[in-house]
């Protein structure tokens, strides 16, 4: 090999790392004795070669992968032997996945050069790609066969194997591995896989105990078999495991949890939670595996003292956790119905770690259930701020907003959600029928119209929507033949729902149908039974004043001033005794 063919191949070395250099050593002819002339032709030709060589791999280093190709091919022409371009050509082919040019040029430089390590790895490397795996199989074995101490190579002749489903010939294989390595935790699970494959549970369980054979000490191969054999539903024999590995190992979590979820299958409440109750109350087991076990119980609604206790524990042991308490929230809201106190534990959470809007969301809808709207503004504005695109807190926001009387800050909030919700057909419907109420309060009936008809256009059958935009029509004594089409579906779309039979009451009373009115209003009063609604009493009494019952109308109001949310109209209409 000439100088010039030397720098070529340290260069090209560079991209094939580790490749040694007498890989792409370029075969030379023996001239004819004594001839002159022909060794001077050859060196005009290994010259020739050189320079084409060293274009391609120019071409190679640029990412010029066309250009090389067509480089690599003129080398070719020039040289049909030269299995360094051969082998740089299959190369390029497998990296740009074109399996069928990469094997076809992989099997000439196997031709020419039938001991190159590098080619046949290749050339087994692409046929596994292109599926082949019988023939994958074979090449490995005769890389394996001239290279017996080149280990590397028995993992990849054992996963072709495995996946031309020759189970039994890759166990054979990891044996041969294990022979050169000794005995391995990662060869041993992946042969107990293997024997599994076959139906040979037996054979699976002797490897696994062979592992702890050769490290008694190690807890971590105790807990393989034990998964072993649970995972083939015998559980006996893996508590069996579980207890020879606390008595090496008295603390492992994963016996102990193993135990304690034994004592459940068989029964035994009593041991079982005592013995996760140890569990939880250690520092050193991670929180996610406590929560995994914790969490499966709240769907399960327990109310039991003991199973309470434990929720307490995780948070006694992990107080600087903020999943401890939204945990412990979880349980009360869910499981016990204390949202009080939910809200407080979730409230420590989200002080902990504010960064998951799941907790924001279950404040916020605690505080909404409770009618807190002072803390619900706050706390929404702080929902708001973390998460500025989450539709969400911004309805929640204006919720607050529009319970406390604050339309115009409720309007900015609402449509804001609005906007964020395109995707939240239900929150959207709900901002527009929020920002109705919000811009009627503020006498823009325009806007609020406005707001009912998108929520209309994206749900026509929605009744609350209906219900709404048909009352505020009829307390502005306008467009009453649409109120009374939209009252009238809602209550055939929700039938006997009071305060909708109470709008489509006041909506015939707005058009002086007051016999029908009356028909209507004494539903709604009967739907509510025993908690009547001050509204509904008031309207009931205008109603019997347009019907000339003037004394039974004021009993009326004088009724409707005792219930919660009394008008202060009706001081004046009891006085009067007149609407």
């Not at 069996?240 to 606390?246: A, F, P």
Request: with cysteine; proline share 3%.
């Amino acid at each position: 090999m000439n100088k010039f063919h030397h720098i070529i191949v340290a260069v090209f070395c560079c991209l094939i790392a580790g490749m040694p250099t007498q890989l792409w050593a370029q075969k030379k002819t023996k001239s004819a004795k004594g001839s002159k002339t022909n060794t001077a032709t050859e060196d005009r030709s290994n010259m020739v070669v050189n320079q084409l060589f060293f274009d391609a791999l120019n071409r190679q280093i640029k990412n010029d992968v066309e250009g090389s190709i067509v480089a690599y091919k003129k080398v070719l022409e020039q040289d049909p032997r030269n299995d360094a371009a051969m082998f740089a050509l299959a190369k390029i082919y497998a990296d740009g996945q074109n399996n069928e040019q990469a094997i076809f040029y992989a099997e000439k430089a196997i031709d020419t050069d039938p001991n190159n390590l590098w080619y046949a790895a290749l050339y087994a490397e692409t046929l596994g790609e292109e599926g082949k795996y019988d023939a994958a199989v074979e090449v490995y074995k005769k890389i394996v066969d001239k290279n017996p101490n080149a280990f590397e190579y028995y993992f990849d002749w054992a996963f072709m194997l495995i996946k031309a489903r020759k189970y039994e010939q890759a166990i054979g294989v990891y044996d041969q591995i294990e022979k050169l390595v000794g005995i391995g935790e990662d060869i041993s699970i992946q042969k107990q896989k293997l024997y599994i494959q076959v139906g040979k549970l037996d054979k699976a369980v002797a490897e696994a105990q062979r592992l702890i054979d050769s490290d008694p000490t190690e807890p971590h191969y105790y807990e393989g078999l034990a998964e072993l054999y649970e995972a083939n539903d015998m559980y006996d024999k893996a508590m069996e495991v579980y207890e020879k590995l606390l008595s090496i190992d008295p603390n492992n979590p994963n016996a102990q949890l193993a135990m304690a979820q034994h004592h459940l299958k068989k029964g035994d409440t009593a041991a079982f939670l005592k013995s996760l109750n140890a569990i939880i109350a250690r520092p050193e087991v991670p929180i996610n595996e406590k929560t995994k076990i914790l969490s499966g119980y709240i769907g399960m609604k327990d109310k039991s003292p003991e199973l309470e206790k434990l929720f307490y524990t995780l948070v006694q042991t992990h107080p600087k956790e903020a999943l401890s308490y939204i945990l412990l929230g979880d349980y009360l809201y869910n499981v016990q119905n204390n949202k009080t106190e939910a809200l407080a534990q979730f409230q420590k959470g989200a002080a902990i770690d504010g960064n998951h809007f799941e907790v924001w969301a279950q404040i916020m809808e605690i505080e909404l259930d409770l009618q807190n709207f002072n803390d619900l503004t706050k706390d929404s504005q702080k929902a708001v701020e973390l998460f500025p695109n989450e539709a969400t807190a911004h309805f929640y926001n204006g919720v607050a907003h529009n319970r406390m009387k604050k339309y115009d800050s409720a309007v900015k909030s609402l449509k804001k959600a609005a906007m964020l919700s395109v995707k939240n057909e239900n929150l959207l419907i709900q901002s527009y029928i929020l920002l109705g109420d919000s811009y009627n309060e503020l006498k823009d009936y325009a806007k609020s119209d406005e707001s009912y008809e998108k929520a209309l256009k994206v749900s026509p059958n929605d009744v609350t929507v209906l219900n709404n935009y048909a009352y505020f029509l009829s307390l502005r004594n306008e467009r009453l033949p649409d109120a009374a089409a939209m009252a009238a579906k809602a209550n055939q779309l929700a039938p006997n729902t009071a305060s909708y039979m109470d709008t489509y009451a006041w909506v015939l009373y707005m058009q002086k149908n007051y016999q029908e009115a009356r028909i209507w209003m004494e539903k709604a009063i009967a739907a509510e039974g025993n908690t009547p609604s001050s509204t509904i009493v008031e309207h009931y009494g205008d109603v019997l004043f347009q019907l000339g019952e003037v004394e039974k109308a004021v009993e009326q109001w004088k009724k409707a001033k005792t219930l919660p949310d009394a008008s202060e109209m009706l001081e004046k209409k009891i006085k009067d005794k007149r609407p």
